[in-house]
């Protein structure tokens, strides 16, 4: 069950177009306070904004202490 599942969101996510392969692909990261960077509003669809303009936003994790 949960396999059909990801195969089904593999089979999906494979139409996707690339505009580019992810090597050549910018990546910046998101790091700072932790509310800030988990908090949508604090955030204000900043990595929605960078993927737009054809960025890789990468998030620290909770986890870091």
Known sequence: MVGEAV???SD???TIARTRPIEETPAVLLTGE????HDELSCQGL???LAAKG???RTSPISEF
């Open 7 to 9: 195969k089904e969101a």
């Open 34 to 37: 932790i509310f800030v960077r």
């Open 47 to 49: 990595t929605d904004r």
């Open 55 to 57: 960025f890789i936003t």
């Open 12 to 14: 999906l996510l494979r």
